[in-house]
């Protein structure tokens, strides 16, 4: 399995029960990062998070990676997270001689990669990677898609996903506990990376016209990234109706979540995002962008609001709507929360699944 995401060891316990699973059914290794420096072991072969150029390096070294632990490991398949990893494990293959099957996950739009993430400078890397990643995908033995936006996504690359379920996330801590009431006064919460895609500076100038219609209503941010800058701003213009973390622990998030009348996402991009199921698990409404996976989770009218990202005045009326109207806001987190129901399954479901794609992409390969 190779990957960009980072890894901490020990895993977490969610984590530990997803490998798990996985090892009940296949000899596993992963190829990926380290989150805080752990060093590799019999499963994770993890590269250090370097000061500059973090991601060039790693794209950089990753055909090698592959080709050694092709040669040490001697898979049957090799899965990716992207595309990307895909072009990586297409040379190391190469280069290992090796003729293990390729399955490519499909998570979201490859063209986002280069112009809503990370630094600005990959931006000039668009014309190549809109080239290359469908490139990359026709050229896989199976591909894995997680929703019907990302099929739609492969069928445009011209290729026929072998599989469609979402990765195992696991959501026990959001519903381990009973759906809480909506606390008193009307509270909105975002959780995210401070990225472009995310449409942090959207986000911030509807806020501004929430907090004019809407008294003593507030938002909770949570996340880090590029645009910090933002949300700095956003704190020092309006002290008492912000409130910012980077980061919060799960138990956090639950908490936060129970604190709010609904979760503010209003993306450029997305795949299946892991804080929407959370969201929905806790039994809140979401005001989310009409883009990528999102509609393929909220219902429109039921679950929550689907926004243009880029009409800040349609993303401020639709999170007003809510939050001066908690009957409304109550029977939509209620529909949310029968909704999420059809997200949740075992690690190891997820890893039966995975394991009958091995063998399908082994049989075509």
């Given at each position: 399995?190779?990957?960009?995401?980072?890894?901490?060891?020990?895993?977490?316990?969610?984590?530990?029960?997803?490998?798990?699973?996985?090892?009940?059914?296949?000899?596993?290794?992963?190829?990926?990062?380290?989150?805080?420096?752990?060093?590799?072991?019999?499963?994770?072969?993890?590269?250090?998070?370097?000061?500059?150029?973090?991601?060039?390096?790693?794209?950089?070294?990753?055909?090698?990676?592959?080709?050694?632990?092709?040669?040490?490991?001697?898979?049957?398949?090799?899965?990716?997270?992207?595309?990307?990893?895909?072009?990586?494990?297409?040379?190391?293959?190469?280069?290992?001689?090796?003729?293990?099957?390729?399955?490519?996950?499909?998570?979201?739009?490859?063209?986002?990669?280069?112009?809503?993430?990370?630094?600005?400078?990959?931006?000039?890397?668009?014309?190549?990677?809109?080239?290359?990643?469908?490139?990359?995908?026709?050229?896989?033995?199976?591909?894995?898609?997680?929703?019907?936006?990302?099929?739609?996504?492969?069928?445009?690359?011209?290729?026929?996903?072998?599989?469609?379920?979402?990765?195992?996330?696991?959501?026990?801590?959001?519903?381990?506990?009973?759906?809480?009431?909506?606390?008193?006064?009307?509270?909105?919460?975002?959780?995210?990376?401070?990225?472009?895609?995310?449409n942090v500076e959207n986000l911030a100038a509807a806020w501004r016209l929430i907090a004019e219609r809407v008294p003593g209503v507030s938002l909770r941010l949570v996340g880090d990234g590029h645009r910090r800058d933002v949300v700095e701003g956003l704190l020092a213009e309006l002290p008492d109706r912000v409130t910012w973390a980077p980061r919060e622990p799960v138990?956090?998030?639950?908490?936060?979540?129970?604190?709010?009348?609904?979760?503010?996402?209003?993306?450029?991009?997305?795949?299946?995002?892991?804080?929407?199921?959370?969201?929905?698990?806790?039994?809140?409404?979401?005001?989310?962008?009409?883009?990528?996976?999102?509609?393929?989770?909220?219902?429109?009218?039921?679950?929550?609001?689907?926004?243009?990202?880029?009409?800040?005045?349609?993303?401020?009326?639709?999170?007003?709507?809510?939050?001066?109207?908690?009957?409304?806001?109550?029977?939509?987190?209620?529909?949310?929360?029968?909704?999420?129901?059809?997200?949740?399954?075992?690690?190891?479901?997820?890893?039966?699944?995975t394991a009958a794609l091995v063998e399908q992409a082994v049989r075509a390969r």
């Open positions: 399995m190779v990957g960009r995401t980072r890894y901490a060891l020990p895993l977490s316990e969610s984590l530990q029960r997803k490998f798990d699973a996985l090892r009940g059914a296949l000899d596993v290794r992963v190829v990926a990062s380290s989150a805080d420096g752990s060093r590799s072991d019999e499963t994770f072969s993890l590269w250090p998070r370097l000061p500059a150029l973090d991601g060039a390096t790693f794209y950089g070294a990753l055909p090698f990676r592959v080709a050694r632990e092709l040669r040490r490991f001697r898979p049957d398949a090799v899965t990716t997270q992207s595309p990307f990893e895909a072009l990586a494990v297409l040379a190391g293959r190469g280069l290992a001689r090796s003729s293990a099957a390729l399955i490519v996950e499909l998570h979201g739009d490859w063209r986002t990669f280069s112009r809503l993430y990370g630094s600005p400078l990959r931006r000039a890397l668009s014309p190549v990677t809109d080239r290359l990643a469908p490139w990359a995908l026709r050229r896989a033995d199976a591909v894995r898609t997680l929703s019907p936006y990302t099929t739609g996504l492969a069928r445009e690359a011209g290729v026929e996903p072998a599989a469609a379920f979402v990765a195992f996330t696991d959501l026990e801590a959001f519903t381990e506990r009973p759906r809480a009431q909506l606390p008193a006064e009307p509270t909105a919460l975002f959780v995210g990376v401070l990225e472009p895609y995310k138990d956090a998030i639950v908490r936060a979540l129970d604190d709010a009348w609904l979760l503010l996402l209003p993306s450029r991009a997305e795949g299946t995002p892991r804080i929407v199921l959370e969201a929905m698990c806790r039994g809140r409404a979401v005001v989310g962008g009409r883009v990528g996976g999102i509609p393929d989770v909220v219902e429109d009218g039921v679950s929550g609001i689907l926004v243009d990202p880029d009409d800040v005045e349609g993303i401020a009326a639709a999170a007003t709507t809510l939050l001066t109207a908690r009957a409304e806001a109550e029977r939509m987190g209620g529909a949310a929360r029968e909704r999420a129901n059809a997200f949740l399954f075992t690690p190891e479901e997820f890893a039966e699944r």
